[in-house]
């Protein structure tokens, strides 16, 4: 399939493209973020409260039977996605951050001993870095950073290089959620396995992407939200080898998660995943990211990656004679376009620029994009990031550019008098 020629009917599956910002039509490119809904997904959303509305696995009755087996066909969907080995193995969550701190904890309280270490980068996200810092708090466990190339990327040989035999986990993103770099996930995971290092991947920013095989990867965990892939907010997904979810412990603990326990304090759990759902799930959530699915499913990861290198490829043409914007990452092979602009050689502030083209009806983000390490590495406060999906369409690119060209100090600093 060719996106391009399906675009507008396309774009008419997301009732939001339809309305306006400052007067202007909606020029979203803040994909990195969090993508917008299709109607399938929504209508999903809405049957589940408007027709079954009970709780899963809690029920004798037939209401409840049809959740239960719609929560966990959304399961088995999530593991085709991935192409995990089981249905056991996928773990419903809030999203990546929970999964990733569910993870820094569990396997710090499990495996983890004084002075170990984990081996992460400055171009993480906040939530691939902080759990490990505060989860190894107790036992002094220590986080070292890869170090990157001199375009932001982490390579083989830098990896090879921080590794020591005190490194037992390695906690990195597939795609950098600021540069848009992929790193070498199934290079990485060979060398650490044959170190008997363990590796936990932030798919964030690649699940909707680019098509993911866990299996193929051999990852030991992998973890995302269905937000970031057309998905509702509040529900993500923490991927594990199976054997190893049950060898962690769980530090969320009540109902649903255990099969029994005494007064005297001993607790027998469930099985995996149900030992790490403790409480009642976001149902809607779980139904509604298997809608996602199956509409991403439907487009082809490949069609939607090759149409979002296309529209980033229209935006560097365009932008190549515009000596005022710098983009940081004309190479990486994604949809994110990391830029900052200049006025007589003099950095305008990336959010007076995100604040500016908003006046346009364009949206971008701006700031350190959670990612505060980096700015180490890039030597400026910030930037501005946009981001492409497969709704996108090469005029939402052109009035970027046309934007960026009007962009100075007194454009984006009149908007605020």
């Known amino acids: ?87 056991e193995e996928i773990v419903f969550t809030s999203g990546t951050t929970e999964s990733l701190n569910i993870l ?26 902080l759990p490990w810092l505060e989860a190894g708090k107790s036992k002094n466990i220590k986080v070292e950073y890869i170090p990157l190339d001199e375009q932001g990327r982490v390579t083989v040989d830098n990896f090879k290089k ?61 973890c995302f939200s269905a937000h970031k892939m057309c998905g509702p907010t509040g529900i993500g997904v923490l991927y594990g080898k199976f054997d190893l979810l049950e060898e962690l412990t769980p530090v969320f603990f009540g109902g649903e998660s255990n099969a029994r326990f005494n007064k005297c304090g001993k607790v027998s759990l469930k099985k995996t995943p149900l030992k790490y759902e ?44 515009v000596e005022k914007v710098k983009v940081y990452n004309a190479e990486a092979e994604s949809g994110i376009i990391t830029f900052n602009v200049y006025d007589q050689g003099k950095l305008i502030f990336p959010q007076d ?14 700031g350190e994009h959670c990612a505060k390490l980096l700015g180490e590495v890039l030597k400026v406060p910030g930037t501005c990031r946009a981001s492409v999906y497969f709704y996108n369409t090469f005029e939402d690119i052109d009035k970027l550019v046309e934007a960026l060209k009007d962009a100075s100090f007194e454009t984006c600093l009149d908007i605020f008098f």
Not at 120 to 127: I, L, N, R
Not at 186 to 204: L, N, P, T
């Open 353 to 366: 620029v995100a604040s500016f083209l908003n006046t346009r009806g364009i949206a971008v983000r701006s």
């Open 1 to 87: 399939m060719d996106i391009k020629d399906k675009i507008y009917e396309i774009r008419e599956d997301f009732p939001i493209l339809k309305r306006k910002m400052c007067d202007h039509p909606l020029v979203y490119l803040d994909n990195s973020a969090t993508t917008l809904k299709p109607k399938s997904m929504i209508d999903t959303v809405v049957n589940y409260y408007t027709y079954l509305g009970a709780n899963a696995h809690r029920g004798d009755y037939e209401m409840s039977a049809q959740v239960d087996f719609a929560y966990e066909n959304a399961r088995k969907l999530t593991k085709e996605f991935i192409h995990a080995r089981r249905d």
């Open 278 to 321: 403790s409480g009642t799930q976001p149902i809607e959530g779980a139904l509604g990211m298997a809608a996602a699915m199956k509409y991403i499913n439907e487009l082809g990861k490949e069609n939607i990656h090759r149409y979002e290198l296309a529209l980033k490829h229209h935006f560097l043409e365009k932008i190549k004679d």
């Open 162 to 222: 921080a590794l020591h035999d005190k490194v037992k986990v390695v906690a990195l993103a597939q795609v950098s959620n600021v540069l848009g770099y992929e790193a070498p996930i199934k290079d990485i995971v060979r060398i650490a396995h044959e170190h008997g290092v363990k590796v936990v991947v932030d798919g964030a920013q690649s699940i909707a992407h680019l098509p993911v095989d866990v299996q193929d990867l051999d990852v030991d965990f992998f």
């Open 104 to 129: 820094a904890m569990t396997i710090t309280n499990t495996w983890l001993h004084e002075n170990d270490v984990v081996l992460s980068t400055v171009a993480e996200h906040a939530s691939s870095v």
